[in-house]
Antibody, heavy 119, light 111 residues
């Protein structure tokens, strides 16, 4: 069964860039069936979709974050990445990577990684 | 765009049935049969329990069922069990501008 694993710094300073990588355990990252996404959850709050990317590229983003977000994918390394620029304390959250299938649901999730924005 | 609206909490006794609503608009829930539901335990990642309004992924108990009427989707848990205590989120595709909206989340308590 495929597994997703987030990695990256747990602490980012305000105004800097948050960068995370999600490593996929199998070759499904090259499949045309799936999209790969990032979703975050602020402490004690609900879920917020950040963006999705396809194996060939073509990312699309939450319009509320679009000006600060970029995603990329490297199928040869079996990973995809998230960059969020100009972070503030409001970006402190657990960041999940996930796999979306044809049903438009996120069927596979990483365990999540807490990123704290603080000086 | 704003989150889909769910009740903050729902409770029931063991064996009872409960229903969680997820209210959106004609631009999201009302326009697409692409509503999914997620179960989340404290400190854990969400797990999909319903996709495409009413489809259960393999391995999900048949005590969970989904439906939709107009701009409101619903999740019903039948035969409530202590292990169902968790937070439940809905999610809907909302078109090619907004894309995905999650619900505000509902805490289910088994009395």
């Amino acid at each position: 069964q495929v597994q997703l694993q987030e990695s990256g710094p747990g602490l980012v300073k305000p105004s800097e860039t948050l960068s995370l990588i999600c490593t996929v355990s199998d070759d499904s990252i090259t499949s045309s069936t799936y999209y790969w996404g990032w979703i975050r959850q602020s402490p004690g709050n609900g879920l917020e979709w950040i963006g999705n990317i396809y194996y060939s590229g073509s990312p699309y983003y939450n319009p509320t974050l679009k000006s600060r977000v970029s995603m990329s994918i490297d199928t040869s390394k079996k990973h995809f990445s998230l960059s969020l620029r100009s972070v503030t304390a409001a970006d402190t959250a657990v960041y999940y990577c996930a796999r979306r299938d044809y049903s438009d649901a996120f069927h596979v999730w990483g365990q999540g990684t807490l990123v704290t924005v603080s000086s | 765009q704003s989150a889909l609206t769910q009740p903050a909490s729902v409770s029931g006794s063991p064996g009872q049935s409960i229903t969680i609503s997820c209210t959106g608009s004609s631009s999201d829930v009302g326009s697409y049969n692409l509503v999914s539901w997620y179960q989340q335990f404290p400190g854990k990642a969400p797990k999909v329990i319903i996709s495409e309004v009413n489809k259960r992924p393999s391995g999900v108990s048949d005590r969970f069922s989904g439906s939709k009427s107009g701009n409101t989707a619903s999740l019903t848990i039948s035969g409530l069990q202590a292990e169902d205590e968790a937070v439940y989120y809905c999610c809907s595709w909302a078109g090619s501008i907004t894309f995905y909206l999650f619900g505000t989340g509902t805490t289910v308590t088994v009395l």
